[in-house]
């Protein structure tokens, strides 16, 4: 049996994790540089602005209830501006790091989770689902 709402929110997760990695990678990429340009400061607003987006649609997506919003979110609102990560500490820096390696876990268990279910349901005949509804309603 397929079910259109675990594709879809399946799909969406991936899309999530897709601008999660892309955000992660444009920020590596530009606190390697010596100077931030302007052109690295806005796309990085630019992403940072769509990960929001994203993850509100996701969250209002998925039907089971996340773990508080913060965990997701921290990584991206602890940067502000490119140019602070310069002016940080060592430990927050590698705490930082860390938020947004443990958020990228949850998030691909979430996406596990989405999976199993699918698996699960292709198990079940849908026309076997459709009588038992039938005769249930009897």
């Not at 530009?30 to 100077?35: E, M, V």
């Not at 940072?48 to 994203?54: D, R, T």
């Not at 997701?72 to 860390?98: C, F, G, M, Y």
């Not at 390696?101 to 698996?119: A, P, T, V």
Request: no cysteine.
């Amino acid at each position: 049996m397929i079910d259109k709402k675990t594709e879809a929110d399946i799909k969406a997760m991936k899309s999530f994790l897709e601008f999660w990695s892309k955000f992660h990678s444009i920020y590596d990429a530009a606190i390697s540089k010596d100077t931030i340009s302007k052109e690295d400061e806005d796309r990085f607003f630019e992403t940072k602005g769509m990960i929001k987006n994203k993850y509100d649609e996701l969250k209002n997506a998925l039907e089971f209830k996340y773990v508080p919003h913060g965990r997701l979110t921290d990584p991206v609102s602890d940067i502000l501006a490119l140019d602070s990560i310069r002016l940080i500490s060592e430990k927050n820096l590698k705490k930082l790091n860390d938020d947004w390696r443990g958020s990228y876990i949850f998030l691909n268990s979430i996406l596990e989770r989405l999976e199993n279910k699918k698996r699960r349901l292709e198990e079940f005949s849908s026309i076997g689902v459709f009588f038992k509804r039938i005769f249930d309603r009897k």
